[in-house]
């Protein structure tokens, strides 16, 4: 069993930047996969980043790329995603995910564990 928290949203103008965190719980948690999804209003939950057990592979959606950095602490039971240059489009609630599914990475189904979210608002 993994339990995951994330926090670190807010309200942010365009062009500025802020980092989410997932705090996990569970003696497994460095053998899964971590991906960050969000969804914005009257839309489907769509994939934004993904990294590795170990934190050798990174994985982006081409909307965030350059611009979000996921980043992972196992001794922390933690995974980070730094956003800059955020712009409107940006603006969703964000959940971070756990699956033991390493060979694909964008499927919400194949995720095991979900946290609550957290808001992110870009204003324009």
């Known amino acids: 069993q993994v339990q995951l928290v994330e926090s670190g949203g807010g309200l942010v103008q365009a062009g500025g930047s802020l980092r989410l965190s997932c705090l996990a719980s569970g003696r497994t948690f460095s053998t899964y996969l971590v991906g960050w999804f969000r969804q914005a209003p009257g839309k489907e939950r769509e994939f934004v980043a993904a990294?590795?057990?170990?934190?050798?592979?990174?994985y982006y959606a081409d909307s965030v790329k350059g611009r979000f950095t996921i980043s992972r602490d196992n001794a922390k039971k933690a995974v980070f995603l730094q956003m800059n240059s955020l712009e409107a489009e940006d603006t969703a609630v964000y959940y971070c995910?756990?699956?033991?599914?390493?060979?694909?990475?964008?499927?919400?189904?194949?995720?095991?564990?979900w946290g609550q979210g957290t808001q992110v608002t870009v204003s324009s």
């Open positions: 995910a756990a699956s033991r599914i390493l060979f694909r990475v964008n499927v919400v189904r194949d995720y095991d564990y």
């Open positions: 990294i590795s057990p170990s934190g050798d592979s990174l």
